[in-house]
């Protein structure tokens, strides 16, 4: 049992650390037992569906009764220390899981598809380079207005915050700043 992931600081996504376990465990470059190794692949696939915005209701009872299995099929111990493992996290850190899964939500803001860009009115100078950083055109904005981010264009790629010299674009994650949702001129 990995006890670090029983103990992970608030700066850590359970289920991104579950998921980078699973993927580095040595179930996945075993294939002697069905158990073990397709456990593994379906523990790697449903996780990495919950980071990526993607989980459907019914996916904690699937790991569960996924780890039940792997548990008394598996055919050595590591198959069976692999689904403790995500047994104990998934209980410990059920809370985040839920939030995952029900709200959309990341707490830790670790897990990118999460998290939301935005541009602080009282940094931003309107000089525009954020707008041509992004290739998915999801910045709206103009000479010396505060520019603005578009939620439903916007892909996450963190190009506009790389870009902007002003450290006027923020992350979040469940809680949101308040920004204009339109341009409105700069008052700097
Ligand atoms: S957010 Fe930054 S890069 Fe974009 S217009 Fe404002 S100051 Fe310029
Ligand atoms: S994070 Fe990427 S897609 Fe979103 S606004 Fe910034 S550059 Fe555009």
């Known amino acids: 049992m990995e006890e670090k992931l029983l103990n992970l600081p608030e700066t850590c996504c ?7 376990y699973v993927r580095g465990h040595k179930c996945l470059d075993c294939g002697k037992c069905v158990f073990g190794y397709e456990g593994a692949a379906q523990l790697e696939m449903t996780l990495n569906d919950i980071t990526m915005k993607k989980s459907r ?27 403790d493992t995500a047994l104990a996290v998934m209980e410990k850190y059920a809370d985040e899981f839920a939030q995952h899964i029900a709200k959309r939500s990341c707490k830790a803001g670790v897990c990118k598809r999460f998290v939301t860009y935005h541009i602080l009115a009282d940094k931003c100078v309107g000089c525009g380079d954020c707008m041509d950083a992004c290739e998915d055109d999801a910045i709206q904005g103009r000479a010396k207005f505060v520019h603005v981010i578009d939620q439903n264009e916007c892909t996450q790629c963190g190009k506009c915050k790389e870009a902007c010299e002003e450290d006027a674009i923020v992350i979040a994650g469940a809680i949101k700043p308040r920004c204009p ?8």
């Open 181 to 188: 949702p339109r341009p409105i001129p700069c008052r700097r």
């Open 14 to 20: 359970p289920v991104d650390e579950l998921l980078k």
């Open 57 to 83: 209701s019914t996916d904690m009872d699937q790991l569960r009764k996924l780890c039940g299995l792997m548990k008394t099929q598996a055919l050595c111990e590591d198959g069976v220390e692999l689904a």
